[in-house]
């Protein structure tokens, strides 16, 4: 316990003001909510003094930590200095030449332009306009269980009914089967399937659309929909289709980037997808309201002629958020860091797969891992109650914990990519504890 926070309101008159005030889409996590007031690394803190080990990361935006040092510093010194706050990209700007230079050496191959925008909501929004400039088509393909974003038309791409509105639009937006391992849509094996998902996505262009397309969208790691990771041939396979049937690939990497991953900065690069746009956002700016489209030249150049333009995007004090949180991304070995801590987890969690028949799933890379909750194993009946009350046991044990998935029973875990071995530890006794405690409960 830290030193008890005094606030102007309690929780309760919180609840009461978001009730009556708020947007009714807007929930909250666990039964009690807490008020967080403080961080500082891997930690948050409540109203109470109660300290937290984040692994959610304000749904995975936290990369290299709470409140680090050289960001502060950073933001301190331009403050300091007077340094303009506000300037639009119609005058210069060298923070955002020195991020955007730093960006694009992660690029992977072949993209060498950039567009920065104030979410990954934006940075989807500008690749679908840009795909649909370049080819002078209009149908994008997105994927079942996907999630690209709260605007207008990223949420037509979305695979959710939960986050779709009667009024969305959906025209020149058509979805392709979800390329999900443990619960195959073609009742197909990992080891003996032909890649029918992949193949589906030619389909879905042959029975949904006029035979040619704009683009093609999907995350290397499904976010939303329960951080669902398919083998990385799909991602060549689809490539081929969709340049086939000359469409633009657009990696959706607004959760899977910024190293969280643990192989490189991007796992576009990584898997070596023939991307033509990369997306990104959350920890980029290690939760600064930043995100960035990385585009080939020949996308960004049909764009010519015509004006585009965001009021706050790259401000300075986002982008040197951003300059910064990827320099202390290299300079720490946090990508490598968080390949190591990763396979720790992963490891252990599939280990209490074997007691706990709670555990349908686990999957994910690096620190991007999920746990999907399933009532039996074998007919794997969705958990979502027993989720809610997992995450609960956790929060009171001192670690906050995300979920996701179209019936809310995955289990979402993505701590800053700063997380050590201990901090690792506790979170596997602390969910070997919860899952137990849920077990117990199950069988009464």
């Known amino acids: 316990m830290t030193e008890k926070m005094k606030t102007k309101r309690s929780n309760e008159e919180m609840i009461a003001f978001r009730k009556k005030h708020f947007l009714p889409t807007a929930y909250l996590y666990h039964k009690d909510p807490i008020h967080l007031v403080k961080a500082q690394g891997q930690y948050v803190y409540d109203n109470e003094g109660k300290r937290y080990l984040d692994a959610i990361g304000g749904i995975i935006c936290i990369s290299a930590g709470h409140n680090h040092p050289k960001i502060k510093k950073g933001m301190m010194e331009m403050l300091e200095r007077d340094q303009i706050q506000h300037t639009s990209l119609l005058y210069l700007s060298e923070p955002a030449v020195d991020a955007a230079e730093k960006l694009l050496k992660e690029a992977p191959a072949g993209l060498d332009r950039v567009s ?42 979305c695979g959710h009914h939960t986050w779709r509105f009667k009024a969305q639009p959906v025209t020149q937006a058509t979805s392709a089967m979800e390329p999900n391992c443990y619960r195959c849509p073609f009742g197909k094996e990992r080891s003996s399937c032909a890649l029918e998902c992949a193949k589906n996505v030619e389909t879905t262009i042959q029975t949904t659309t006029h035979g040619k397309i704009a683009a093609f969208i999907a995350e290397p790691v499904m976010g939303v929909g329960g951080f669902i990771s398919p083998p990385p041939e799909y991602f060549h396979e689809v490539a081929k289709i969709v340049h086939n049937y000359g469409g633009k690939y657009i990696s959706d990497e607004v959760q899977t980037g910024a190293g969280r991953c643990g192989g490189r900065f991007l796992l576009t690069t990584e898997l070596g997808i023939d991307a033509d746009m990369v997306t990104m956002a959350k920890g980029f700016g290690n939760g600064a309201a930043i995100g960035a489209c990385l585009m080939k030249t020949e996308v960004a150049e049909k764009m010519a002629g015509k004006l585009y333009f965001n009021t706050f995007a790259a401000d300075p004090y986002q982008v040197l958020q951003a300059k910064l949180t990827m320099d202390i991304i290299e300079e720490e070995g946090l990508i490598e860091n968080a390949k190591v801590m990763g396979g720790l987890l992963k490891d252990g969690l599939t280990q209490m797969i074997k007691k706990y028949p709670l555990i349908g799933d686990v999957r994910g890379r690096g620190l991007l891992l999920g746990a999907e909750l399933v009532k039996d194993p074998k007919t794997k009946a969705y958990a979502a109650e027993e989720c809610v009350q997992f995450m609960d046991l956790c929060k009171e044990a001192g670690l906050l914990l995300g979920k996701g998935g179209l019936m809310g029973n995955v289990v979402r875990i993505a701590p800053p990519i700063s997380i050590t071995k201990d901090q690792v530890n506790f979170m596997l006794e602390t969910m070997d504890r919860a899952f137990a405690t849920v077990e117990k409960t199950r069988t009464k």
């Open 116 to 157: 920065f925008t104030n979410s990954g909501s934006e940075a989807n929004e500008l690749a679908f306009m840009a795909a649909r400039n370049a080819t002078g088509e209009t149908m994008v393909i997105n994927l079942r269980h996907s999630y690209h974003g709260g605007t207008s038309g990223t949420l037509a791409h």
